[in-house]
C-alpha cells in the first residue's frame, strides 16, 4: 500500500479528499481491518484465515493485530463455517465468514440456503442473519476445477439473500464495508482475477452518505449507442471494449451492476432507454444465467424503443474448463465486440 496523497481542491470546490492507490486485495484488507475496529461484535474466520491471512492474503496481519478471538482459522469444512456464521449471527455477532474457493461452496449450500437465507422470516424477525460470506469468485487465474465458478445465479435466486460484487479497488473498499453493517446477509462475491489490479481509493467516499454510494448499479462509462452491462472482473474488459469501439466512432455506455440482488432495475432502464441497445456480459454460463433475468428487466421497461433484442455474451454451457482453455471460455473482447456488432447491425423483418 502506497503513503495517503491529497486530491487537489481548488478554491471555492469540494472540500479535501483521501485517496490512496492499492490493490483490490489491499483495499479488502483495509475494510475488514476498519470493520473489526468499528464494530466489537465482528468476526472473521475461514480456512488459513488466521495465522496465514488466507490464501489471498485479503486477512493478512488481521489475527496479529485484533486477536485470536476475532479472526481465527477453521477446519476444512464449509457446512461448519456456514453453520458456525448462523449459529454466531444467533448469539448476536456479526460474522464475516470466507469460503476459500466459489467452487467450495456447494457443500455448505444447504446452511446457506435453509438457515442462513431463511432464519429472519422462519423466527419472524426476531433472528436476524448479519452475516457477510466472503467468497473469491469467477475465473482468470488458470486455477483447478472448483475455483472458476460464477454462482451468483444460483445465489441470486435464494429468497433472503443479498449478491453483490465489486469490480475495481474502490469499489471492494466501500461495498465490503457496507455489506458488513447490513442487518441481512450479503454474498460478497470477489472477482479473484482483480486482487492484484490497483486503484485509487477514495476513502472518504467523496463525502456521500454510505447507502447512496453502496446500492444501486453504476455508468463507469459514459456512451450513446450501446449499453455494455456486467459485474467483476467482465466491467474493467467492457471499458477496455469500449476504449476500442470508440476508435470506430462506436460510443459505448458501460453500466457497473455492482448488486446482483437486489437488481438496480431504474438503472438498467434509465441507460437502455438513453442508448437504446444492450450487451450482458458475465463470465458464467449462458443458459438460466444471471444475463437472461438482467434481459428482461430491460425488455419490460424498454420494449417499445428497443432497436435490436438484448445480446448476452457468456461464458458456455460446460463445467469451467481447465485453465488452459479458460481464454475460450471467459468473454473475452473480440467475443464482446461482435455482440455489440450483432446488436448493432440488427434489422427488424
Request: hydrophobic share 40%; charged share 25%; aromatic share 6%.
Amino acid at each position: 500500500m502506497t503513503g495517503f496523497r491529497k486530491a487537489p481542491s481548488p478554491e471555492g470546490q469540494a472540500p479535501e479528499t483521501r485517496t490512496v492507490e492499492m490493490s483490490m486485495q489491499q483495499a479488502l484488507n483495509r475494510a475488514l481491518d476498519e470493520v473489526l475496529a468499528e464494530n466489537p461484535k465482528a468476526v472473521i474466520f475461514g480456512e488459513d484465515c488466521g495465522r496465514l491471512g488466507g490464501v489471498f492474503r485479503i486477512t493478512d496481519g488481521l489475527q496479529a493485530k485484533h486477536g485470536e478471538g476475532r479472526v481465527f482459522d477453521t477446519p476444512l469444512a464449509e457446512s461448519g463455517i456456514l453453520g458456525m456464521s448462523v449459529g454466531l449471527a444467533m448469539a448476536g455477532f456479526h460474522p464475516i465468514p470466507e469460503v476459500q474457493f466459489d467452487g467450495f461452496a456447494y457443500p455448505a449450500i444447504n446452511q446457506i440456503v435453509c438457515q442462513m437465507a431463511r432464519m429472519n422470516y422462519r423466527s419472524r424477525g426476531t433472528l436476524p442473519m448479519p452475516i457477510t460470506l466472503r467468497v473469491p469468485s469467477f475465473g482468470g487465474i488458470r486455477a483447478p476445477e472448483h475455483h472458476g465458478e460464477s454462482l451468483e445465479a444460483l445465489f441470486a435466486h435464494v429468497p433472503g439473500l443479498k449478491v453483490v460484487s465489486p469490480s475495481n479497488p474502490n469499489e471492494a473498499y466501500h461495498l465490503l464495508k457496507y455489506a458488513a453493517t447490513r442487518p441481512d446477509p450479503v454474498i460478497f462475491m470477489e472477482p479473484k482475477s482483480r486482487y492484484w489490479q490497483k486503484g485509487d481509493v477514495d476513502l472518504d467516499g467523496g463525502g456521500s452518505p454510505d447507502a447512496e454510494r453502496n446500492t444501486g448499479a453504476k455508468v463507469m462509462r459514459e456512451g450513446r449507442h450501446i449499453t455494455l452491462v456486467a459485474w467483476g472482473a467482465m466491467v474493467a474488459r467492457c471499458l477496455q471494449v469500449a476504449e476500442l469501439a470508440a476508435e470506430d466512432g462506436i460510443d459505448v455506455e458501460v453500466l457497473d451492476l455492482r448488486w446482483l440482488k437486489p437488481i438496480d432495475a431504474e438503472a438498467l432502464a434509465s441507460s437502455v432507454a438513453k442508448t437504446r441497445r444492450a450487451v450482458v456480459v458475465h463470465e458464467a454460463p449462458l443458459t438460466s444465467g444471471l444475463g437472461a433475468e438482467v434481459a428482461q428487466l430491460i425488455t419490460q421497461s424498454c420494449f417499445d424503443t428497443l432497436k435490436a433484442p438484448v445480446e448476452r455474451v457468456t461464458g458456455f454451457d460446460v463445467p469451467y474448463p481447465s485453465g488452459d482453455l479458460e481464454d475460450e471460455y471467459i468473454p473475452n473482447i473480440d467475443r464482446i465486440l461482435f455482440g455489440i456488432q450483432r446488436v448493432l447491425e440488427y434489422r427488424r423483418g
